[in-house]
C-alpha cells in the first residue's frame, strides 16, 4: 500500500549553474548566489490500496518523477507525508547499477542486493532470473559485451524476482522487442493478481491503459484527476489536442 | 543506533561494492591483480635507488623503513582519493534506488583494506628474506591501522560529498595528498624533523617561523598517519619499542674528519634520550586518536547531511 498525504515539494534552481569552486567564487564576487525556489509537487495525496496498479501519466516537467523517487525514497519530501507498506523495489531503468566490466553473473548479485536481496536468497533465485531473462549462454561474459536489450531483460528480470510487495516501474515498460514485451507485461499482471502493488510513471499511454484500472493525472507539480484509466487518458489527450490547437493556432 | 541498523541491513551492498570495486580494478590489465602489489613496490624501487643508491644514505635498514613508511601511507592516500570519486561515479545508482549512501564511502574504505592486506603479505615475504626481525610486536601493526582507517573514512566521507557539488574537489585533493606525503616520516627519519632548532632559509621566514617551530613539531606529531607509521616502525622493526630513534650516520656529513665523526657517534644516544624526553610519545597517540575519531564523526555528519541532497544536485 503507498499513501501519500499532503505530498509538497520544493526544489531549489541556482540562477547559474555551478560546478567547481572558481565558479563558485566568481559567483559569490558578483552576488549571483540567488537561486530560484519553486514547487515540483504541490499538495499531492492519494493512496494505492494493495493489489491495485496505478499510472501516473503527465507531461515533461510534470513532478511524476519527482513523485517516483520520493516513494523510492531516493528524494525527502519538503512537506508532508509518504507512507510506503511492505518491501519496495523499484525497477531501475536500463539496469542502472550495471558495471560494464563485470560479468552478467556478477551484476545479478549485485543489483539484487541493492535492491535488498540476500546473497543466499540471489543464489536460490539466480537460475529463474536467467531464465527470464534468456540469457544463459552469457551470464559469464562482460556486460560490456551485451545489447542493450539484453542489459534492458537482465535489469528487468532481477527487478521482478524481487518479491516486492510494491513495484515502482518509472519509464521502462517499452523495453526490449516485440516478445519480451508481452513476457514482461504478463509477469507485471501477475503481480498484480497476486495482490501485489504496482505504481506505473509513463509517457507511454498504450502501456498504462494495458496495465492500470486506475490513473493519476499529474501536471506543474499539482495532481489534476484521480480516476479510472480510460477517463483520466481521455481528459488528458484532450487537454493535450487543446495545447497543439492553440499553439498551432 | 537506527543508521548502523540499516548499514547492517544493507551490508550485502558493500560487500558486493568492494568485490566489484576489486575486480574492475585491474580487470583489463595483463597482470591482474599484482599491479595493486607490483606498483608500490615499484615507487619503493625508485626511492631505494634515488636515496639509497645515488644519495648515499646510510641509514640502518632503509628499504625497511621506506616500507613500513609506505604501506600505512598508501592506504590513507589512497581511500581518500577513492573517496572523491565514490559517489560521483555511482550517481545513475544514486538517483534511482535507496541504500544507505555511506555504503559507498566505506566500501572504497574497505577495498583499500584488502589492498592492504595484500601488500603487508608481500612486505613479510621480503621481510623473510632480508631476515628482518620477527616478533610478538606485530600485533601493533592492527591498532595502527585502525587508526588510520578511521582518519581515512572522515576524510573520504568528506571529500566524498563535497565531489559532489564541486568537479575541482579531485584535484584539489590529489595536490593536497601530494604535499601532505612529505609531511609525513616516510622518506626521513622522523629525528630529523624533531631535531630543527631553526629554519635555515631567507631572514623572513625564519624569524616567522622559529617561534612557532615546536607548535609545528607538535601537530606534525598529532598526525594520525604520522603516528599511524610510527606504530608500523615500532611494531615490525624495533620490536614495540620507542621509534623516535636517532642514527649516528645520519648525524654524520661526508668529509667529516674522523675525531668529528666519533664525537657525533658520540653525541646520537644522548640526543636521542633528549629527543624521547622532549616528545613523550602517549600524549601525541592519544590526540591522534582523538584526531581521527573526531574526523572521522564529522566527516561521516557531513556526509550525512549532503547526501539526502545528492540526487537533486548531482
Known sequence: MIEVRDLWKQ???PHIKITSLKEAAVAFVRGQTGYTEFWALEDVS????????????????????TLFAIIARVLEPTKGEVNVQGKVCPLLELGTGFHPELSGRDNVYLNASLLGLSHEETRQRYHSIVEFAELPEVMDAPVKTYSSGMVVRLGFAVAVHMDPEVLLIDEVLSVGDEYFQHKSFARLKQFKDQGKTVFVVSHDLFAVERLCERSLWVQNGKLIMDGATAQVIQAYREAVAKQEQSVGA | MKELRELWRFREVLFNLVRRNLKVRYKNSVLGFFWSLLNPLMQIGVWWLVFKVILENEQKDYTAQLITGFLPWLFFSQCVLDGTACVVQEMALVKKAYFPRAVLPLSALVSNLVHLCLAFVVMLGLFTIWRVDFNVHYWLVIPSTVL???????????????????????????????????????LYPLFLVLNKQEVAPGAWLKSLISGLLPYIKAVYLLDPVTVGILGYRSGLLIGGGNPIVVTPDALVKPGMPPEAIRMAEAQAPILQAHLRADYPLSPYIIGAALIALATAVIGHLIFRRMARVFPERG
Not at chain 1, 492519494?46 to 518523477?65: D, H, L, M, R
Open chain 1, 11 to 13: 526544489y531549489r534552481r
Open chain 2, 148 to 186: 588510520v582507517a578511521t582518519f581515512a573514512y572522515g576524510i573520504s566521507a568528506m571529500v566524498a560529498a563535497w565531489s559532489v557539488f564541486y568537479a575541482d574537489v579531485k584535484f584539489i585533493v590529489g595536490n593536497l595528498l601530494g604535499l601532505w606525503f612529505f609531511l609525513t616520516p616516510v
Open chain 1, 46 to 65: 492519494f493512496t494505492v490500496n494493495a493489489g491495485e496498479a496505478v499510472g501516473v501519466i503527465g507531461p515533461n516537467g510534470s513532478g511524476k518523477s
